[in-house]
């Protein structure tokens, strides 16, 4: 017997909605949902290969506990209160920093771990949270958080009013938008490239740049250098467009200053890129009525990642199409992730033992994860990192974490009067 069943794909923050199949009750295939009212029918190969987790032969269906070299099925509630029992007991002997949490990327994307994860962690009292965030899109938010004040007030495109989109290390005709999510991201695509421009810079010829009006194919990691000459090429048109911001605007001529001393001579040779070919693209998107860049993970994964982020913002900036409609506009979430409460982007409170990484947004790069567990605790120390304080219990309970010393692995609990809002963020 064939049954039907609709879920939603909760492996990227597009959310696709997926129609799935069953045959007498095996999962048999997997499509688009095309009444779904975001995703309208998209999915990626990640959904469909949901079907291929859900057969594997090695998918565990209930808890496994290792004894010596053999493995042996348990209950839930075993396997609950003897994973509590250790951790707690971990945690007594050798303080709270011995544990450490990851949180892969579906974990935000689905309502219990939302709403029960953020309480886990603050009972661990970790500073050693990471996530996929770190080798996603902390550049974003690192760069709001910088030039706009906090974390999560990210300009996204305006697809449907733009008249020139400038799209860098994207292709949202696969992923259905990635911090720019909407209902029918090809057809907006499509629709913007009958009426204006798409331009696409990336080293592949992606699905996006299929159907772009320009493709600029560029060398791997040079998207900051082509940017930068960018920015340069679009003052030498003309002075920035900034009378919309007046009195908002700190440090820009000296970033600008920066940017102008930067040497560009070997763009062609670094990216590939001509520069007659950068100065089209800083003419036509200066003369366009409406204009956007936007890059995404093929810009924020590289070792210029943030680089890259705040030369985009700027180019908006400098072009008025900052916080401008048919530009790049902030934008109102349906849950409040900014304001009171909300953590506005932390950097430094504390660092990774081993290299002394800063903490970005109460979590530690994922990058150092394997050197933390693998480091023996007797040889950790951070020498160019100076004895941090971890906050805990985001609460106005004014209680802190803080290592004894840059060689021990152990933490004091010690108490402040200050009431300031203590925390370590999701």
Not at 20 to 29: R, V
Not at 116 to 132: D, E, G, Q, V
Request: with cysteine; charged share 15%.
């Amino acid at each position: 017997m064939r049954t039907t069943a609709y879920r939603a794909c909760d492996l990227c923050e597009a959310i696709c909605g997926l129609e799935l199949q069953f045959e007498d009750g095996a999962l048999a295939a997997i499509r688009g949902d095309a009444a779904d009212p975001f995703s309208q029918g998209h999915i990626c190969p990640k959904g469909n290969a949901i079907i291929d987790l859900e057969a594997d032969p090695d998918r565990l269906h209930v808890p496994m506990l290792r004894e010596g070299s053999t493995w042996r099925a348990i209950g839930w509630d075993e396997a609950f209160a003897l994973a509590g029992s250790k951790l707690a007991a971990i945690q007594q002997a050798h303080g709270p920093a011995s544990v450490a949490a990851h949180l892969g990327n579906p974990n935000v994307h689905h309502f219990g771990h939302i709403a029960y994860l953020p309480s886990l962690l603050k009972l661990l009292r970790t500073p050693n949270i990471f996530s996929a965030s770190s080798v996603d899109q902390w550049p974003h938010q690192f760069t709001c958080s910088q030039m706009y004040g906090h974390q999560f007030l990210l300009p996204i495109p305006d697809i449907d009013h733009t008249d020139y989109f400038l799209m860098l290390g994207a292709n949202p005709m696969a992923s259905n938008g990635s911090l720019m999510t909407a209902p029918g991201i090809p057809r907006r695509l499509k629709a913007l490239t009958a009426r204006g421009k798409l331009v696409v810079v990336d080293p592949r010829r992606t699905e996006t740049a299929a159907i772009a009006s320009q493709h600029i194919p560029i060398r791997p990691g040079g998207d900051a250098l082509f940017l930068i000459a960018l920015l340069q090429a679009m003052q030498r048109i003309g002075p920035p467009r900034v009378d919309a911001y007046a009195g908002r605007l700190a440090g820009l001529d000296t970033a600008l200053a920066a940017i102008n001393a930067i040497d560009t001579t070997a763009l062609e040779a670094e990216t590939g890129i001509a520069m007659e070919v950068v100065s089209q693209v800083a003419s036509d998107f200066l003369a366009a009525p409406r204009a956007v860049a936007y890059g995404r993970m093929g810009v924020s994964v590289q070792p210029w990642g943030t680089l890259c982020q705040i030369l985009l913002q700027l180019i908006n900036l400098v072009s008025g199409n900052l916080d401008r409609v048919g530009g790049s506009l902030p934008n109102e979430p349906a849950m409040p992730i900014t304001g009171p409460g909300t953590n506005p982007g932390t950097q430094g409170r504390w660092r990774s033992r081993v290299r002394g990484l800063p903490e970005f947004a109460g979590e530690l790069p994922v990058a150092c994860m394997v050197e933390e567990i693998a480091t023996p605790a007797m040889a950790r120390s951070a020498p160019c990192s100076p004895a941090p304080a971890i906050r805990s219990c985001p609460r106005r309970t004014g209680v802190r974490w803080t290592r004894r010393s840059r060689a021990s692995s152990s933490w004091s609990r010690s108490t402040s009067t200050s009431t300031k809002p203590r925390g370590m963020p999701t």
